[in-house]
């Protein structure tokens, strides 16, 4: 594969770091400038100083899980803008509720990129099966497309019979939205007995792509790949053709963290997904997205070289009640900070008979007989809750994110 969608995907890691970096410390003084809420939660902070990774890594975290709030007690936006909300292209709404902006630029969301890396190229028709209704998704598919000089059929969600019979008269060439309606789609084409063979790639979002629903799709003449967006970053990050993991977007930067913290976490292991955004109108900085995922080791065989994700791997926020009281993942990490021995923790809830009961797993090649002890009063008097504490030897406790455990449900 020789096509990119710019010089871009395809520089040094020492080359990106630079640029990055470089660019960083400007978009530091914007938010504290002209972003109020960002302006607090920035404070005192040295733009400047904000120079590499580890530098990145002592910013506080700003959590996808706290906007609801923090937009009710300040809307619409919670001052995380730097635009007056009159001066914004478009407003959008999704589950919570939260409020999205949109500004002018052409390609706001970014997702041009990742719809290139599909294989979508000027003058090819999409079927843009994304909602238009209250939430971007339609649009920053669309305004994607049209950067990269493809029209858009603006098909939107349900009516499948009608998105049949429109695909076998309008022949597009892609699809965008999620790959269980594309499913439906071609389903309902095959049953009406309708041609859909001049769709032959898609772009998919939304939801989970397991390799069985990749491979029908396939059978059914359509290849396709995925990409990772949100309302409030656009592009984190999209698969290529070489479908082997998905890669950073070029307008973020992406660090993996210990759920309930802003720590980072060893190259392969599971954690966060936090994201830092260079959109000049939304300068998120440290954006923690409350979804799990971890780095893939080397570049993408695509001869893209920007960090790769294993892709979505669960969601980070694992708060849990237990007898009556709320049990969140940073109480758990902050446990764990209080014992340097711990190499990895887990809190597992579980119940017997009609009793929650707890027990405080770690991962520790410590011998002391006291250490078990000193964990539980720790963890008591950050929870106010009462745990049995096992230590495990290092290695024992999965990869895979998870710091809360619940076995009651």
């Known amino acids: 594969m020789t096509e990119y969608f710019d010089s871009l995907e395809t520089r040094s890691a020492d080359a990106r770091d630079a640029a990055l970096f470089a660019a960083l410390p400007g978009q530091v003084a914007l938010a504290q400038a002209d972003a109020p809420a960002l302006g607090r939660l920035l404070a005192g902070i040295d733009p400047a100083s904000v120079s590499d990774r580890a530098a990145l890594a002592r910013l506080p975290v700003i959590r996808k899980s706290e906007l609801t709030d923090l937009q ?5 936006f919670a001052g995380l803008i730097t635009v007056p909300p009159g001066e914004l292209r478009r407003v959008f709404a999704s589950p919570g509720p939260i409020y999205d902006p949109e500004g002018w630029d052409n390609d ?4 041009g990129r990742a719809l290139f890396a599909a294989g979508f190229r000027w003058g090819e028709l999409m079927q ?3 909602s238009y209704h209250f939430t971007p998704g ?8 049209h950067a990269l000089g493809c029209p858009v059929f603006p098909a939107g969600t349900g009516n499948t019979e009608q998105q049949a019979r429109a695909m076998a008269d309008l022949r597009p060439a892609g699809y965008g939205g999620t790959p269980s309606f594309l499913k439906i789609i071609l389903e309902k084409a095959e049953e009406m007995g309708l041609d859909h063979s001049s769709l032959t790639k898609a772009c998919v979002s939304g939801e989970a792509l397991p390799p069985p629903l990749r491979q029908h799709l396939a059978e059914l003449g359509v290849a396709v790949t995925q990409c990772y967006a949100t309302a409030d970053l656009g592009l984190i990050a999209y698969e290529s053709q070489a479908r082997q993991g998905l890669i950073v977007d070029e307008g973020v930067m992406v660090e ?9 976490v060893p190259e392969g292991e599971v954690g966060e997904v936090v994201v830092t955004s260079f959109n000049p109108d939304y300068p998120l900085i440290r954006f923690a997205t409350g979804d799990l995922s971890a780095v893939l080791a080397g570049p993408s065989p695509c001869g893209r070289t920007n960090m790769r994700l294993k892709g979505w791997m ?7 009640k237990v007898k009556g009281m709320f049990v969140h993942p940073r109480q758990v990490a902050e446990t764990a900070r209080r014992h340097p ?21 770690v991962e520790s090649a410590s011998s002391d007989p006291a250490l078990a002890a000193a964990i ?12 049995e504490v096992a230590v495990v030897p290092p290695g024992s406790l999965p990869n895979d994110g998870i710091v809360i455990q619940d076995k009651r449900v």
């Open 128 to 130: 843009n099966c994304f």
């Open 256 to 264: 993996i963290v210990r759920p309930g913290t802003g720590d980072p």
């Open 376 to 387: 539980r009063d720790s963890f008591q008097s950050l929870c106010g809750l009462k745990t």
């Open 314 to 320: 669960g969601r980070a926020d694992q708060t849990t």
């Open 108 to 111: 706001w969301w970014r997702i």
């Open 341 to 361: 021995e711990i190499r990895r923790a887990r809190l597992v809830v579980d119940k017997a008979g009609e009793t929650d009961t707890l027990t405080f797993t």
């Open 72 to 76: 009710r007690a300040d809307p619409p």
């Open 138 to 145: 339609g649009v920053m598919f669309e305004s994607g497309a």
